[in-house]
């Protein structure tokens, strides 16, 4: 429909060549819109377009992490706005903190965050509140960044034909993530709602896929074993690539939970020949975390192969993957991931002291990032080795968190 936009009437043609600029950067990526783009901005006459080109041409250079054009292009569209009025100043002082947050440079009360978070154009405002939500993850304030995650949900009710699906989609993802581990079931009940009723395009089926994965697990430890069940069935179906492996792992660890040997047995068996068909060295996204979870489910029947999966996940290189998962450090969190599945992996292989000393750290890392449902894990864990009563009292303490769950009604947690 943009064919040919740019022999347009003026404005119209300057707008065309933004808007296909804005969707080639989408669809193609950073590339393939900044070659959408003019040479230079003496192609647009327009304080807008002029504007306009600076800020495309910015939101590509971050695309490709060129950082210094980024900021040189933001500077050149900072000196063209017409003062306290143009609109456009919201959209600048976003990207300058876009820029920040990529360098790690983690400020929640950013200035011009806080000026991106006023803007009147609520898409905008919605990927401002967002970027504050990562900020504070990048902090590792995962309660805070679930607090304006569930801030972006609520513009979306209240605006939905003013909010970028993309968006909209990573926010109900990554609220979902959150509130299962965190035992926040009103988030995830917002999160799900929402879930429902979004339009589920296909370029959104990854985004889609972690939905109902995290919904899995939410309406799981809820205690809704049908509406669980469904949401693992869709997941199996949606898995893309690695996250297939992912689905099964799923499917057998909350059949395990659920005291279901023989259905997790026969997950565990088709994650592992999943697992087999993977190039695990070209994932991109979270697949890699699926590893720790296979090797703690096979660390039972296979402590070899535990430790393989273990030895691949710590293999694979942080910075290969989307900036977004903010992984070339180890957050607390993926520390206290690793370190149940080695004490598993440990434990299982007869070395309690070192799987102490694994699951001990594990758990204050676990604690720390408030993720209630894997504390509780490595407590019982820590229970089921050394026999102390305070570990059995933390685990049922973590677990009057979900007090609909399998392991609360039917009281799971016991001596042994």
Wanted: proline share 3%; charged share 25%; aromatic share 10%.
């Amino acid at each position: 429909m943009l064919e040919g936009c740019g022999d347009w009437p003026v404005p119209y043609n300057e707008r065309g060549l933004l808007l296909r600029a804005s969707v080639l950067r989408l669809t193609r990526g950073a590339i393939a819109a900044l070659d959408g783009l003019p040479d230079d901005v003496e192609a647009f006459t327009t304080h807008e377009g002029r504007v306009g080109y600076f800020i495309a041409s910015a939101q590509a250079y971050i695309g490709t992490r060129n950082w210094r054009a980024a900021e040189k292009t933001l500077r050149a569209a900072q000196t063209m706005l017409s003062g306290a009025t143009d609109p456009q100043r919201f959209v600048v002082a976003y990207l300058r903190a876009r820029i920040r947050w990529s360098l790690r440079e983690y400020d929640p009360d950013d200035p011009d965050l806080a000026l991106a978070i006023e803007s009147p154009d609520i898409s905008w405002k919605f990927h401002a509140v967002n970027l504050r939500s990562w900020m504070r993850g990048g902090l590792e304030d995962y309660r805070g960044q679930l607090t304006d995650l569930r801030q972006c949900l609520a513009l979306y009710r209240r605006h939905t034909d003013e909010c970028e699906m993309r968006s909209v989609a990573l926010a109900v993802r990554s609220t979902v993530g959150f509130a299962w581990e965190m035992a926040e079931f009103r988030a995830g009940d917002e999160a799900r709602e929402i879930f429902e009723r979004l339009p589920w395009v296909p370029e959104l089926r990854l985004h889609r896929f972690s939905c109902v994965h995290g919904l899995a697990w939410h309406t799981f430890l809820q205690g809704d074993l049908a509406a669980s069940r469904k949401y693992q069935k869709d997941a199996v179906y949606l898995a893309p690539g690695a996250f297939k492996v992912m689905a099964h792992t799923d499917c057998s660890y909350m059949a395990k939970l659920a005291s279901d040997r023989d259905l997790s047995i026969r997950e565990l068996q088709r994650a592992q020949s999943a697992f087999d068909m993977i190039d695990w060295y070209g994932t991109r996204e979270d697949e890699r975390e699926v590893l720790l979870t296979l090797a703690v489910l096979a660390a039972a029947v296979d402590p070899g192969a535990a430790q393989r999966y273990i030895s691949l996940y710590c293999r694979l290189q942080p910075h290969s993957q989307f900036e977004r998962m903010a992984a070339a450090h180890e957050p607390q969190r993926l520390r206290g991931f690793r370190g149940y599945a080695e004490g598993r992996v440990q434990q299982a292989l007869g070395n309690e002291h070192v799987a102490i000393r694994l699951l001990e750290a594990a758990y204050g890392d676990l604690v720390a990032a408030d993720h209630i449902f894997r504390a509780m894990l490595a407590a019982q864990a820590l229970f089921e080795i050394t026999h102390h009563e305070r570990w059995l009292g933390t685990a049922r303490h973590h677990a009057e968190s979900f007090p609909n769950s399998l392991f609360s009604r039917n009281s799971t947690l016991e001596r042994r």
